[in-house]
C-alpha cells in the first residue's frame, strides 16, 4: 500500500516542497491550487491524508473541511491544516470543521512525514498495512 496525499496550497513553492517531501518518503501526492479545485480532485484522488492551507482564493481551507466533511465520499479522511497561521481561535474552528491536525509553515520533512504516518496508522513498506502486526 502506498499512501495518498491530497496537498491543497495556493503557493506553487509549498505545493512543490510538499510534494517532494511525501514522495521521497514513497507517497503517492496529487496537489491543487486551491480549496475550489482540490474539492473537485478529491473523490478522484481518494487520498488516505489531506493537507490544507487556510488562507486561499476560492475556497479557504475552511470551506475544504467543511465540504470534505459533508459529502458522500470518504468523510472521515485525516485533514491536516498547513499554515503560517497559528492563533488559537483559527486552531479551533479548524478542529470545530473536521481538521485533524495543524501544522505551522515552515515544515519539516521528517516531522511532517511522521505525522502522515501516525494519522494513517502507516508503518511504511516492509510492514503490515495500517500498521498492524
Not at 45 to 63: A, H, K, W, Y
Not at 89 to 104: C, F, Q
Request: glycine share 10%; aromatic share 4%; with cysteine.
Amino acid at each position: 500500500m502506498t499512501l495518498r496525499i491530497l496537498a491543497i496550497d495556493d503557493s506553487l513553492t509549498i505545493r512543490t516542497l510538499l510534494r517532494q517531501a511525501v514522495e521521497n518518503a514513497g507517497f503517492a501526492c496529487a496537489t491543487a491550487n486551491d480549496g475550489k479545485d482540490g474539492v473537485e480532485m478529491f473523490s478522484e484522488v481518494d487520498p488516505d491524508v489531506v493537507i490544507t492551507d487556510i488562507n486561499m482564493p476560492r475556497l479557504d481551507g475552511f470551506g475544504v473541511i467543511e465540504a470534505i466533511r459533508t459529502g458522500t465520499h470518504n468523510t472521515r479522511v485525516p485533514i491536516l491544516v498547513l499554515s503560517t497561521e497559528s492563533g488559537e481561535a483559527l486552531k479551533a474552528r479548524a478542529r470545530a470543521a473536521g481538521a485533524t491536525g495543524w501544522l505551522v509553515k515552515p515544515f519539516e520533512d521528517l516531522q511532517l512525514i511522521a505525522i502522515l504516518r501516525r494519522v494513517t496508522g502507516y508503518a511504511g513498506p516492509g510492514h503490515s498495512e495500517r500498521g498492524q502486526a
